[in-house]
């Protein structure tokens, strides 16, 4: 069972700030959690099989199929400004004291 002294602990460790009294009820909630995982520990669960997926459907994947990719001056036609087949920006990281 966790106290509020541990949720305390807990909460200095995180550093999270915990208001006046929300200690407490936070106490009661990770209780009522740690009971319901009590619970779940305690089902038989020898007979079901494990699942990755609950719906049960598979990989849906397409084909692969290549296709022509856009010619380098039509993707590149609307930039403001290029050097050679690159996009240039403004530099925006100061180097060796230089803008």
Request: glycine share 6%; charged share 25%.
């Amino acid at each position: 069972m966790i106290g509020e002294d541990e949720v305390k602990k807990i909460a200095l460790l995180s550093h999270l700030n915990l208001e006046e009294g929300e200690s407490v009820s936070l106490a009661n909630e990770l209780n009522s959690i740690l009971g319901y995982v009590d619970k779940l520990q305690k089902l038989d669960t020898t007979s079901v099989e494990p699942t990755s997926h609950v719906h049960g459907s598979k990989n849906i994947m397409r084909p692969d199929v290549t296709s022509p990719s856009m010619p380098t001056e039509l993707a590149l036609s609307n930039t403001p400004e290029l050097s050679g087949r690159f996009i240039k920006v403004p530099i925006i990281i100061e180097q060796n004291g230089e803008n």
